[in-house]
């Protein structure tokens, strides 16, 4: 069950990380003497996936999964937890090979099943197939029943299987399976960033609308494409570009080509990687995520300026936000919460007063700071709003004297589709109260979001568009009916469960 802390946000569906050593042989053997012998295995693309594997961690924390291969057949590990939880330098050093992908995996309870991790690997006709997905198919029902009516079966709930099912049927017929991807992907209708193994090639492909964050980086030993910068920090790789929306990139024998798959239309990054999602570390698409956090304060100290005597960020992704509302307002910034990063987002809470309780766990106000003042707390955005509320508590009962609430992004009004666990628009808080009222229940004095024609300044660096269908309900897509009454059928579900 995921703490309750967080169970308040949008979570992402995961992370991706694919190493191609420059050969197989290439990986830093200049002798065999124990020192160089250490090297080599610290340089197995193995190794270096579970580093940046863990510089990934926080877009998925319920499985993670390696794959590798070594020229003539892939092995994979994968199974439920952190990646620390699931890797150990044994079972690594078992994970021998000069090619790789990597895995992290959010999933809510309803495909939380080990099942469901990735990466997916198959076999067919003598061909090993490995691969990992960060999105998801707004058509996934529909490609699942034709798959199905040609004598399909699934032993998964996730969106990867179909993918991986339409790529193996298409490479029945094409030559080679970079063309049995392009004639996949062009079936598919959604968000989607993948990686593909064969023994001998690794294929990378980001949707056409480029919903999410995919990028190339090389370091001494190889090749290295991942969901975000701050993973190619983790394995010192040297950042090059982003795969571009549409793009295909295959790498194969030490060589690297492109190709488009489909021209880009209408790209749609989601904003919310700025707002939430991504590592601060991170530079997505020529934007520094700490940088468009920092300006989304400056704009809301403009917009929604309050008398008050400190400003303080709920941590983590509230913080660089905080410090920008400060530095503009000229109000002292402080730390007003400390965080306890030693407790585990499987932490148990089997009892109403058990999940009460698991927030003072995880999260404490600073009372030397906030007692006596009238304070300012921002955070980045309000969804649910099922947790928030004992956030403001924390610093009443530290001494604040008033909370003032100002949020790093405009109001999340409208469900995601693309990935994320957001549920249908009722359950948002924004759509159950009025902006008095809303105040009111999460405890705070006055209550301010980011203003929604402010949010493109919050992005200047930014080199595509964005999709902020969050926020203005303006969907890049269509969205099939289905979809929609899918997600509303597992609210429904999850509801009585929770009864």
Not at 87 to 112: C, Q, W
Not at 120 to 141: K, P, Y
Not at 283 to 302: C, K, P, W, Y
Request: charge should be negative.
């Amino acid at each position: 069950m995921l703490d309750a802390f967080l169970a308040d946000k949008p979570h992402e569906e995961c992370g991706l990380v694919g190493i191609v050593a420059n050969s197989p042989h290439s990986l830093r053997m200049e002798s065999e003497n124990c020192d160089d012998a250490q090297k080599r295995i610290d340089a197995q693309p193995a190794f270096s996936a579970f580093h940046a594997l863990y510089a990934l961690q926080h877009r998925g924390q319920k499985s993670a999964g390696i794959a590798v291969s070594n020229g003539s057949h892939i092995r994979c590990k994968k199974g439920n937890g952190l990646v620390p939880d699931v890797f150990d330098p044994n079972s690594l050093k078992e994970l021998s090979g000069f090619m790789t992908i990597g895995h992290v995996r959010y999933a809510d309870e309803n495909n939380a099943s080990e099942v469901n991790a990735q990466p997916l690997c198959v076999e067919t006709r003598g061909e090993q197939i490995a691969l990992a997905i960060n999105g998801s198919l707004v058509n996934a029902a529909q490609l699942r029943r034709r798959i199905e009516s040609r004598g399909g079966i699934f032993q998964t709930t996730s969106d990867a299987e179909v993918i991986l099912y339409t790529i193996v049927y298409e490479r029945l017929n094409a030559p080679s399976l970079e063309d049995a991807v392009v004639s996949a992907i062009r079936q598919f209708q959604g968000a989607f960033s993948i990686l593909i193994m064969s023994k001998d090639k690794l294929i990378a492909v980001r949707d056409p609308y480029g919903f999410r964050p995919l990028c190339i980086g090389r370091n001494v030993d190889g090749l290295v494409i991942a969901s975000e910068s701050c993973a190619l920090d983790a394995v010192e790789a040297v950042f090059e570009r982003d795969v571009q929306p549409g793009e295909v990139v295959v790498a194969e024998a030490g060589r690297m080509k492109s190709f488009f798959s489909k021209a880009p239309g209408r790209c749609a990054l989601c904003a919310f990687e700025f707002v939430y999602m991504a590592r601060p570390d991170s530079v997505i698409d020529g934007q520094a995520v700490e940088t468009a956090r920092n300006l989304a304060g400056r704009r809301l100290a403009h917009s929604s300026p309050v008398d008050a005597d400190i400003v303080v960020g709920v941590p983590d992704s509230g913080l660089s936000a905080a410090l920008g509302y400060a530095e503009e307002s000229g109000i002292p910034y402080g730390i007003g919460f400390i965080k306890n990063r030693y407790v585990g987002r499987t932490f148990i809470q089997e009892t109403q007063g058990m999940r009460e309780s698991s927030l003072k766990l995880k999260l404490n106000a600073f009372k030397m700071v906030v007692k006596g003042k009238r304070v300012v707390m921002v955070d980045d955005s309000i969804v649910r709003g099922t947790t928030i509320h004992r956030v403001v508590r924390l610093l009443r009962e530290a001494g604040a004297t008033e909370v003032h609430m100002r949020v790093a992004s405009p109001p999340y009004a409208h469900p995601c589709y693309f990935g994320t666990d957001v549920m249908d628009r009722d359950q948002l808080m924004v759509n159950r109260y009025r902006a008095d009222e809303m105040a009111r229940e999460i405890g705070v004095n006055t209550l301010a979001f980011l203003k929604y024609e402010d949010l493109p300044a919050t992005m200047p660096d930014l080199k595509i568009g964005w999709c902020d269908a969050c926020f203005s309900g303006e969907y890049p897509i269509p969205i099939a009916s289905e979809r929609v009454r899918n997600v509303k059928n597992r609210n429904r579900n999850e509801e009585e469960e929770t009864a």
